[in-house]
């Protein structure tokens, strides 16, 4: 067996351990910790679903649409007509999927790219939210809504399983998991190296009898799926949903700055930028609530500190260090060896 085999079984058994460490270390907090731990791996999954697109430089903006179409629909299929999330999430990815092609193959076809097309999902997101808000007799409008509990809140029927920190850490931890190997498997297939060809010349990888559209299309749709999975297991967990939390631009736009800052090229960047972001995003929410001068300087604005921080953090990383933190890690890694063997030459 390879070291790298035996570093990924230890890490896969530390990661099944972990609820149960964080529950002997912090007994008197551990509800408080396993969320944050939740939190982070649900967002590290649907990064990881948008860098699966991104990395080929189809640059979304809009795959809130996507969150928020897995979230909402399911929570609504549920709300309104008790049809089990089991059969609910799979139609809202259905569903989600669909919207993809209605947006990604009339845009592939012409070959609307770049810009133009991370506008094209700009306005896709802002569709999906004003929907959202426009329904709101069925959906909440922009005060959100919550899936009817079932019993206890506990429930494989109803997907719930908020109440069980243990259980919901599983679950979340077995989509992100998936979502790798997902990623992983798309990086091996030859469907890669179509999409590298694409991305660097399209008229060439066409050319040479790359069917171009056909291409990207379908890594949009696995994107999508993803996304709206993640979305969904989201509502779920949080057993709360609103069109800024799943389904904004700013939700849009936090996912790019998360991917761009762990890695978009690496297979656990989308993760180290997960914890990234939610380490700023609860440390800010501590050091606001704990601050009376903060409070008193910017009152509830304090709470879009985040938004301006990642956007500061997103030049920086862009000029300074464009392949991501470990990205950067893992190209200053692979380095000195290199360096080390040339010395000695």
């Not at 640059?59 to 007509?81: C, K, P, Q």
Request: hydrophobic fraction near 50%; charge should be neutral.
């Amino acid at each position: 067996m390879t070291r790298l085999k035996l570093l990924s079984l230890a890490a896969l058994a530390l990661l099944i351990a972990l609820p149960y460490l964080v529950s002997a270390i912090f007994p008197s907090s551990e509800r408080y910790y396993l969320h944050l731990i939740i939190q982070t791996l649900l967002w590290a999954q649907i990064y990881t679903a948008w860098s699966i697109m991104g990395r080929y430089g189809l640059t979304s903006l809009g795959h809130g649409a996507f969150t928020g179409i897995g979230a909402y629909v399911t929570v609504m299929l549920w709300n309104l007509f008790g049809l089990t999330p089991l059969l609910g999430i799979p139609f809202a990815i259905g569903l989600a999927v669909l919207f993809s092609v209605i947006i990604g193959y009339p845009s592939f076809a012409q070959r609307i790219k770049g810009h133009y097309f991370a506008l094209l999902t700009l306005a896709m997101v802002e569709f999906v939210r004003l929907c959202i808000i426009g329904l709101r007799d069925y959906t909440g409008g922009s005060l959100g809504t919550q899936p009817i509990r079932y019993g206890n809140g506990l429930s494989l029927y109803a997907v719930q399983f908020e109440t069980n920190r243990h259980l919901a850490y599983i679950i979340v931890l077995i989509i992100w998991l998936l979502t790798l190997a997902g990623w992983q498997i798309l990086h091996k297939s030859i469907h890669s190296q179509a999409l590298e060809a694409i991305n660097e010349n399209e008229e060439a990888a066409a050319a040479i009898g790359i069917n171009v559209t056909w291409e990207k299309l379908k890594v949009t749709m696995l994107s999508a799926a993803l996304s709206a999975l993640g979305g969904a297991i989201f509502a779920q967990y949080q057993m709360y949903i609103g069109p800024e939390t799943i389904a904004g631009l700013n939700l849009s736009l936090g996912i790019v700055f998360g991917v761009v800052a762990g890695g978009i090229g690496v297979l656990l960047g989308p993760t180290v930028g997960a914890i990234l972001t939610q380490t700023l995003s609860e440390g800010l929410r501590v050091a606001a609530q704990g601050s009376t001068w903060l409070e008193h300087m910017l009152g509830s604005g304090v709470l879009s500190l985040d938004g301006i921080i990642y956007g500061l953090l997103l030049v920086l990383f862009i000029i300074y260090m464009p392949r991501g933190i470990l990205g950067t890690l893992l190209e200053v890694w692979t380095r000195k060896p290199a360096a080390r063997h040339n010395t000695h030459e």
